[in-house]
């Protein structure tokens, strides 16, 4: 109780620091920040840098809207494209947005090469034209316009910044609390593990109604339970990742709103495919039909999520909807055991999972328990991540039996799921099942060059290598997460966007009174 009333007085003063004719929305935020630097930034920070910085173009519902281009074409072969810039549009500091901009803040990300450089990884050259246009050069074909809306590394800012100094000066600059970007509102206080304050920017070029929020504050609360209690009493006005046990009492609670939507978030099991029993992709089989998929939907997420059909998740272009979302069948499970030709008593194998995610671990149980059935006998691990993955990137023959990990997209397109898992490395990244096939590379990639230029073409493409995994099926998907946002009763307007993890756009809400 000390802890909450310390709080919330942290919370009363930042408020009168705005004077009471001002508007606040508090979002209290579970992880501390990592940097701000818009050119590297790869982790949680996202949740102010999405609010500071602007992008060429967003996703949202499915679809690419416009946000500072204004409109964009390519060449037939996909491997140029042309956008137009919005005009009369302002960085914080004062400067005006331009192509010259946009090539600097790219060719920034580009040159560092930090977490999300890869995504420009297609670009050949930039060039200005003239003020509003930009002219994208590519090495081959790429959907520019779906990887400007990345929710990393696509972040435009005022050119002014490269007066500062190096580049390392620049990131010293950055992470030191200053900012140069476009967007509705401009950093006011940054203080990564505790607070981050935002207030609006009076010349932004969306404009502003009596009802928006001036601004926003980013409480860091790791403690769920206290996150909880901060929504419902109003000293806060939005969380997320909650305990799905209160989640449950807090849909019957009158003061708050509980808003879910199907995230891109996936949990997959990988199986080790270089080493026994996994290699036998019979046995894989047996696995994966033997796993409890409505047990861990019911007691893992409480119904807070769904069963994906493929690797892809629902709601992205080119989920598996030709595929059936993989059932618990007993039967099948015994079949593909038998024909596998193992001696269950002449082996044991390992599962890992990630110690501190409460979900991992009860859905690691009921893996164990399943398999238990079946005459397998797993140990299950939990790691810290570090440890989890660096035991993963050893030598397969060494490394774990069957491992568990959440994936969600960089960029919106099915590339990065499918790529990024399941593409033949020269050195172990992701590729956690070490599965290697010439054939799922060849489909993949040649899709992915289709995808702004014949997007129908491309989707059957990927359809293939949705096929060629569930038959040689080196993971499987568990589950994919719902966003839950709670909302305290004095806000709307809200709509989470699944592209954009943890993001709340605090432009977009408005108070209810």
Known sequence: MRKFLTLCAVLVVSMLLFGQNQSVVIYAFGSEMITLDPSTEFSNSIVVL???YETLTMYADGKLVPV???????????????????????????????????????????????GPSYIWDSVESI????????????????NIPLIAASGYGAFIFSE??????????????FNSGNEAGSGPYVLAKYDPKTQIVLRKFDDYWGGWNNKKFENAIIQIVPDPSLRSQMVTSGKAHITRDLIYDDLKKLENNPNVIVKKKPSYQVLYLFFNTKKPPFNNKDFRKAVAYALPYDDILKYVLLGYGTRPNGIIPKGMVAHADHLEPLVQDLNKADNFLSK?????????????????????????????SSLKKLGIDTEIRPMNWEQQWALARSDPSQAQDMFIMYWWPTVMTPYDFLYSMFHTEDQVLFNLSYYYNDKVDELMDRAVTLEGINLKKAEEFYRMVETLLREDMPAIPLYQIDEVYVLHKSIKGFESNPAYPNVVFFYNLETNF
């Open 68 to 114: 500072l281009a204004t409109e964009w074409k390519s060449n037939d072969s996909g491997t140029e494209w042309v956008f137009k810039l919005r005009k009369n549009v302002k960085f914080h500091d004062g400067t005006e947005l331009t192509s010259q901009s946009v090539k600097y803040s790219i060719y920034r990300c580009i040159n560092l090469a930090g």
């Open 340 to 368: 596998s030709g193992l001696n269950l008593k002449s082996f044991r194998v390992l599962l890992t999972y990630m110690q501190s995610d409460e979900g991992e671990k009860k859905t690691a149980e009921l893996i164990w």
């Open 50 to 52: 999405n609010n500071v």
């Open 160 to 173: 002014k910044v490269s007066q500062i100094g190096n580049d390392q000066v620049i990131t010293d600059w």
């Open 127 to 142: 060039e200005t034209p003239d003020k509003y246009t930009v002219v994208f050069k590519l090495k081959y074909p790429a």
